[in-house]
């Protein structure tokens, strides 16, 4: 016990003097770095070697389903992250009828520092760098990776949780999801709690999407559930609107959460057969929709997510829109009620309910 104590400080103050840009024994730290990850990780994690690049000393963690690129090289990150990004990729799965694995691993960039951070998204994202460049705190998912930076520990696997699902269903899934649909899933993913290494994924415990709800409802802000079928997040952050956008997000997550578990789970089938059928391309939609759908070269621009998402929810969901409404808005009061932690499902599990074509099995 004593002899670990010992390696985890020696570790500890290597990362804090000596593993930075210009040190002489940089390579020789992150090679000490190496060594700590090693001893320190869980079976999730495959490989870890040194990762050259212009943005700072770093390393290369790979996994059964990711390689992970960081120079945040906290001792604490680089032991939980690749744990986290493997159960998160379970819980993604379990939202889908069948396991999939992925054939080629999937990106993460994360950085120690918001510059570092930023000085790669103009390298990597073009004309949309600057876009990106606009986040205060977060992250964000491009041309097939996740990129984020240090916003804290908890903040930080949060936006990894998030962007992680659009990187899995934008992999595997034969159609994109309308918008609400999207980021609410990835609101799923958001918050977690670890136990003796296993991460498990808590969407009713999501403070800080709860507390922009209530927010919302406290204010009378609500989008009408019409409306925010038909948003997209593009039209919704060009605004500037601070409080549109917590509406459109926080109604979002409140409402792939009124799917899964209002009412007994009485809608669950209708949100895993939606997704199902999104992942195997067969939604009833016309042959121009089906090939927009399908084409991520051709934009999800405003017309086409509004007819899409509201076709998808009226075939999947219902088209009594005022019935509906009524019901989800009382479901979002029920979870942000004081001392609610939300209704059912208050844990992703591995093994998630599944369909086979219109039935649910266990």
């Known amino acids: 016990m004593v002899k670990r104590s010992l390696l985890i400080l020696t570790i500890v103050i290597v990362y804090v003097v000596g593993c930075a840009p210009g040190n002489i024994g940089t390579r020789h730290n992150c090679a000490r770095m190496i060594e700590y990850v090693h001893q320190e990780n869980s079976s999730a994690l495959e490989s870890v070697e040194v990762w050259e690049n212009k943005y700072g000393p770093g390393l290369k963690l790979s996994t059964a389903h990711y390689e992970i690129f960081t120079t945040f090289l906290d001792p604490v990150t680089l032991r939980y992250c690749p744990g986290f990004m493997e159960s998160v990729y379970r819980a993604y799965n379990s939202q889908l009828p069948e ?60 936006v990894l949780g998030h962007e992680g699902w659009h990187q899995f269903n934008d992999r595997h899934f034969e159609f994109r999801l309308p918008s609400w649909l999207d980021e609410g899933v990835a609101m799923l993913f958001e918050s977690n709690r670890s136990q003796q290494g296993t991460f498990h994924l808590e969407p009713a415990k999501n403070a800080y999407r709860l507390n922009a709800l209530k927010r919302t409802l406290a204010n009378s802000k609500t989008v009408p559930l019409r409306d925010l079928i038909a948003s997209n997040p593009g039209q919704v952050l060009a605004t500037d609107d601070t409080e549109a956008v917590m509406a459109f997000y926080s109604q979002s997550y409140a409402l792939v959460r009124f799917l899964r578990e209002a009412d007994s789970g009485r809608r669950l089938g209708a949100y895993y057969r939606l997704l199902a059928d999104g992942l195997r391309g067969d939604w009833p939609l016309d042959t121009e929709s089906r090939k927009i759908a399908a084409d991520r070269n051709i934009p999800r621009n405003i017309l086409w997510n509004h007819i899409v998402s509201l076709v ?20 979002c009061r029920q979870i942000t009620a004081p001392g609610e932690n939300g209704s059912g499902n208050q844990i992703i599990r591995e093994s998630g309910r599944r369909i086979s074509g219109k039935k649910e099995v266990r």
């Not at 075939?315 to 479901?331: H, M, N, R, S, T």
């Open 99 to 158: 396991f999939i694995e992925t054939q080629t691993k999937l990106t993460i960039y994360l950085f120690g520092e918001r510059g570092q951070w930023e000085d790669f998204t103009r390298d990597f994202a073009g004309q949309q760098a600057r876009m990106y460049c606009r986040i205060k705190a977060g992250a964000y998912y491009h041309n097939g990776a996740c990129v984020a930076y240090d916003i804290g520990p908890r903040r930080t696997l949060s």
């Open 312 to 331: 998808l929810f009226e075939d999947y969901v219902g088209d009594d829109y005022e019935q509906i409404e009524k019901e989800y808005l009382a479901f």
